[in-house]
């Protein structure tokens, strides 16, 4: 008597789900920071500001800031999970920076909208922006031998994170959106293509 016994890889659908679910949130992250950086870059370029009092062009530069810096957060963590562990403590320390850093910066700008009034908390907006980038700096050192993403978007995305969202300047938030799209599509592309 001969029985047939079915082998199922009950191993890799729980990690395909994992990796989907963290892919799902990174895109949507990418998606939301995209709208945030759209609507800072946007009102950069065509907006006029007025040092006196909070106008449409200073709501909109500021209220970005929600959008942008979930969105950004979002494909920040979303990356260091689809890694997997495998961009080490480095990978973790920079997520974190970058998370406090993020929510220290959204908190502030979005207080500004509430007052409309630029508020100033010390050094705290220079310091946490340039936080984003140390946090960015870490999680790419992490990544570096992971191969999720090509070398240079690794080396690209941390200062221009950093001139292109919080400290942007000019045109620069648009250059960082067409970035964060083409990381998108780079990055669904090979976690689809390692999940086969």
């Given at each position: 008597?001969?029985?047939?016994?079915?082998?199922?890889?009950?191993?890799?659908?729980?990690?395909?789900?994992?990796?989907?679910?963290?892919?799902?949130?990174?895109?949507?992250?990418?998606?939301?920071?995209?709208?945030?950086?759209?609507?800072?870059?946007l009102a950069m370029l065509f907006g006029t500001f007025h040092d006196d009092d909070f106008h449409a062009t200073d709501y909109v530069l500021t209220s970005a800031a929600l959008p942008q810096g979930v969105g950004l957060f979002l494909a920040t963590l979303g990356f260091h999970r689809l890694q997997r562990g495998r961009d080490g403590r480095l990978g973790t320390v920079g997520v974190w920076v970058y998370g406090l850093c993020m929510a220290e910066l959204v908190v502030q700008c979005m207080a500004s909208v509430v007052v409309a009034s630029e508020l100033i908390w010390g050094p705290l907006y220079p310091l946490c922006?340039?936080?984003?980038?140390?946090?960015?700096?870490?999680?790419?050192?992490?990544?570096?031998?992971?191969?999720?993403?090509?070398?240079?978007?690794?080396?690209?995305?941390?200062?221009?994170?950093?001139?292109?969202?919080?400290?942007?300047?000019?045109?620069?938030?648009?250059?960082?959106?067409?970035?964060?799209?083409?990381?998108?599509?780079?990055?669904r592309q090979r976690v689809r293509s390692s999940a086969l």
């Amino acid at each position: 008597m001969t029985s047939t016994t079915r082998t199922t890889s009950t191993t890799s659908t729980p990690r395909a789900r994992t990796d989907d679910y963290w892919l799902r949130l990174t895109l949507t992250g990418i998606g939301l920071a995209i709208v945030g950086l759209l609507m800072m870059g946007l009102a950069m370029l065509f907006g006029t500001f007025h040092d006196d009092d909070f106008h449409a062009t200073d709501y909109v530069l500021t209220s970005a800031a929600l959008p942008q810096g979930v969105g950004l957060f979002l494909a920040t963590l979303g990356f260091h999970r689809l890694q997997r562990g495998r961009d080490g403590r480095l990978g973790t320390v920079g997520v974190w920076v970058y998370g406090l850093c993020m929510a220290e910066l959204v908190v502030q700008c979005m207080a500004s909208v509430v007052v409309a009034s630029e508020l100033i908390w010390g050094p705290l907006y220079p310091l946490c922006a340039f936080g984003l980038m140390v946090g960015l700096v870490l999680l790419a050192a992490g990544s570096w031998r992971v191969g999720l993403l090509p070398k240079w978007m690794l080396g690209v995305w941390p200062p221009l994170g950093l001139i292109g969202s919080f400290l942007g300047i000019g045109p620069i938030p648009l250059v960082f959106a067409a970035f964060l799209a083409l990381l998108a599509v780079l990055l669904r592309q090979r976690v689809r293509s390692s999940a086969l």
